[in-house]
């Protein structure tokens, strides 16, 4: 039986962070993947943004990790090669009653400690997204692009090269606690040929992603429960691609379901439109009962009048683990915290938007805990 110091349940985008920062501090690092590949899920499956902090309550957790992941997505991404695009966005008001809303979403981002924010008009909006329709808007110069499924690969790859192992089609079948650690069942490899297998494990950190529920329940613990947001996008390539230059976003939901549907100009040159917000059942739910690409055009013209039908296809959609239920409201802060029954494990519950950004943050943070575990 193997003994490790930490085991990561979960080779998503986070997963894959903590990994790459606890393997700078100890030794005997595991990380399993249940998928054949890392971040096949919600990392992967989103619009690629660098986050500003702008969105989330003052004092969060989502808003200090964000604003602070933000600058570290950065300077990791120009160490490692990862291809980024840091090229600021407008969040866009249509009329006079919304820039209302602009300036409270200004005053919470500069409180939030977001830098270079200011409020543009019409003309400065042309300038720089000359098919937008806009009244005001918010320039956010601290928000960009990048290649979520290379930064996944990057956080694994750095990790590796530290002494981590990182193991793929490794399925959680088993968590046993004892006073001084958690012995870990999987079950690795291919449905025929799996073999299944036992860590032993100081500490467990749940980074399960939309199944971190599950896995903290197989300790016991029914704290949460995560419903699965489906969010789906529409894709413009071709000519038609330069409609838009950055990125341009509708102010986020009322509800906090969403952050709206924007457009994302990707670092291929197409333009993405998206992410839309439906609860679903199951959280392998992709694909059944897509939204038809007239809704999406119908939606995308209060901003982009000139959009057309014909100019979008259908694109990719991904899963959000919301611990809001279904006619809930309000932003549901991250959860990171050490299991009050069984303190040998780290639970991670609701890594949702803004995940991506905030990782390398989220992970170091989770360095301090694992050190009191560890101690």
């Known amino acids: 039986m193997d003994q490790a110091n930490i085991l990561i349940i979960g080779g998503g985008v986070i997963g894959c962070a903590i ?9 005997d690092v595991f990380l399993v993947e249940q998928f054949p590949k890392l971040g096949m899920a919600t990392s992967t499956r989103n619009s690629g943004v660098n986050h500003s902090g702008i969105y989330y309550p003052k004092n969060s957790l989502k808003a200090r990790l964000c604003v602070e992941g933000n600058r570290l997505t950065y300077e990791f991404c120009k160490k490692h090669n990862v291809p980024f695009r840091h090229c600021g966005k407008l969040v866009v008001a249509v009329d006079a009653h919304e820039e209302t809303e602009l300036v409270a979403l200004k005053k ?34 601290s928000t960009g692009i990048v290649s979520a499924e290379e930064l996944v690969h990057a956080y694994a790859r750095v990790a590796t090269n530290q002494g981590a192992n990182v193991v793929t089609r490794a399925q959680l079948i088993s968590l046993q606690p004892s006073a001084e650690s958690i012995r870990v069942g999987l079950r690795i490899g291919d449905e025929k040929d799996a073999q299944d297998e036992t860590i032993e494990a100081r500490c467990v950190i749940n980074a399960a992603g939309l199944y971190a529920d599950d896995v903290a329940a197989m ?12 969010g789906e996008y529409c894709e413009v390539r071709g000519p038609r691609s330069s409609l838009i230059n950055n990125l341009v976003y ?29 609860y679903v059942e199951g959280k392998d739910n992709y694909e059944k009962n897509r939204l038809p690409i007239e809704d999406f055009a119908r939606s995308a013209k209060t901003l982009l009048p000139e959009i057309i039908e014909s100019d979008l296809q259908l694109g990719y959609s991904g899963l959000r683990p919301k611990l809001v239920p279904p006619g809930g409201h309000g932003i549901a802060d991250f959860v990171i915290t050490r299991d009050p029954n069984v303190p040998q494990a780290i639970h ?12 390398p943050s989220i992970a170091e943070h989770v360095v301090g805990l694992a050190a009191e575990v560890l101690a």
């Open 108 to 141: 919470r981002g500069e409180e939030n400690g977001v830098e270079g924010l200011r409020l543009i008009g019409a003309d400065e909006i042309r300038a720089r997204e000359p098919h937008i329709n806009g009244y005001a808007a918010l320039d956010v110069p």
């Open 348 to 359: 991670l519950v609701g890594m949702e938007s803004p995940g991506l950004t905030a990782a």
């Open 19 to 27: 990994a790459n920062t606890v393997s700078k501090r100890w030794q």
């Open 219 to 230: 300790l016991g613990n029914h704290s949460w429960k995560i419903y699965p947001v489906r």
């Open 250 to 278: 509708p102010l986020p939901h009322s509800d906090g379901l969403s952050l709206g549907v924007h457009f994302t100009k990707t670092l291929w040159g197409t333009f993405l439109l998206g992410p839309t917000a439906t």
